[in-house]
């Protein structure tokens, strides 16, 4: 079985503070991916990478910054956390060969 | 623009129904589709992939894809109480560099 996990399941925050959120996938896959979730607005991709040192930004990367030392892990940073950010962050890798995505358990975080 | 249209439900089938979930999309270059089901709280599950014209089945699933029309549907016999969650349709282009489109999801429920 595709094995993803992120750090934190819950997590609380300051303004201003910097945020790590971080995923480690099992299945040498190399796609990762990081997606925000919030009521409405449904799945929205911050940024992906489709191999180690490689990023590439999604539809809302404004505020994040992502990190890929190693193939199995895929780092997310707030540099500077927002009341805005909160919200749902889920992390999710895919095969090369195949675009169907795996998620990780994903990380609700709360700024206040 | 890629673009995957759901209705967002409530879908309400009585246990033991066929529950019909459809999906359209805008964008004639999506080669591949997916359908995830996530229940409140927890991340999007993997449940079906389906990449040609015609019926894919698996158990009590069934996803449907006319790339004519445009349209992708998942069916689900034999309908169970667990089955309620909200199913989240997404596409995406034909290589594993694609990213996916998702949709943002019908709700089911599926009534005792």
């Known amino acids: 079985d595709v094995k993803v996990t992120q750090s934190s399941r819950y997590l609380v925050k300051r303004t201003g503070e910097k945020v790590f959120l971080e995923c480690v996938q099992d299945m040498d896959h190399e796609n990762m991916f990081w997606y925000r979730q919030d009521p409405g607005l449904g799945l929205r991709l911050i940024y992906f990478s489709y191999d180690v040192k490689m990023k590439e930004k999604g539809d809302i990367p404004e505020g994040y910054s992502v990190s890929r030392e190693k193939k199995e892990r895929f780092s997310l940073i707030l540099e500077s956390a927002s009341t805005n950010q909160t919200s749902m962050y889920l992390c999710?890798?895919?095969?090369?060969?195949?675009?169907?995505?795996?998620f990780g358990p994903g990380t609700r975080l709360t700024v206040t | 623009q890629k673009e995957v249209e759901q209705n967002s439900g409530p879908l309400s089938v009585p246990e033991g129904a066929i529950a019909s979930l459809n999906c359209t999309y805008s964008?004639?270059?999506?080669?591949?589709f997916f359908w995830y089901r996530q229940y409140s709280g927890k991340s999007p599950e993997l449940i079906m992939s389906?990449?040609?014209?015609g019926d894919k089945e698996d158990g009590r699933f069934t996803a449907q894809l006319n790339k004519a029309s445009q349209y992708v549907s998942l069916l689900i016999r034999d309908s169970q109480p667990s089955d309620s969650a909200t199913y989240l349709c997404a596409g995406s282009g034909p290589s594993g560099y694609s990213t996916l489109t998702f949709g943002k999801g019908t709700m089911l429920l599926v009534s005792p």
């Open positions: 999710a890798s895919s095969p090369r060969t195949v675009p169907g995505q795996y």
């Open positions: 964008d004639r270059v999506s080669q591949s």
């Open positions: 389906i990449y040609s014209n």
